[in-house]
């Protein structure tokens, strides 16, 4: 009975199915927490932590929450991270591969917006 409670939890909570369970520690990898994706304002995981989600998407960054102000990325998620240079998902920068950290980004202060997907 309680496995079952919770498979119906997992599904409800997870469409992605990603391989995190309860027990997960929140910083996994070390900055951002299993399952998601984090940016910060400057290099080397440091300033505002401007975007802290679930891998997903698209989203666009909002001009008050660090667009074309982000400069370093970790990843812990199993996805890629697609980033554009403008708003929705146009201008290709490149990608972050799964469980990549990039402490300082080869195009720093321009991505405007991102994807999480399982190809880059
Ligand atoms: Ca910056
Ligand atoms: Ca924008
Ligand atoms: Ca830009």
Do not use: K
């Not at 951002?32 to 666009?60: F, L, N």
């Amino acid at each position: 009975m309680h496995t079952a409670i919770r498979v119906g939890a997992v599904l409800a909570a997870a469409a992605t199915a990603l391989p995190v369970t309860a027990s997960t520690p929140a910083m996994a990898d070390g900055y951002c927490r299993a399952g998601h994706v984090c940016m910060w304002e400057d290099a080397h995981y440091q300033g505002s932590r401007y975007i802290d989600v679930r891998a997903g998407g698209p989203y666009d960054i909002d001009w008050w929450n660090g667009d074309n102000e982000i400069s370093s990325v970790d990843n812990a998620s199993d996805l890629y991270i697609v980033m554009y240079d403008n708003d929705n998902t146009t201008g290709f920068l490149g990608c972050v591969a799964p469980h990549q950290r990039i402490p300082s980004l080869w195009r720093n202060d321009e991505m405007e917006s991102f994807i999480a997907r399982d190809f880059c």
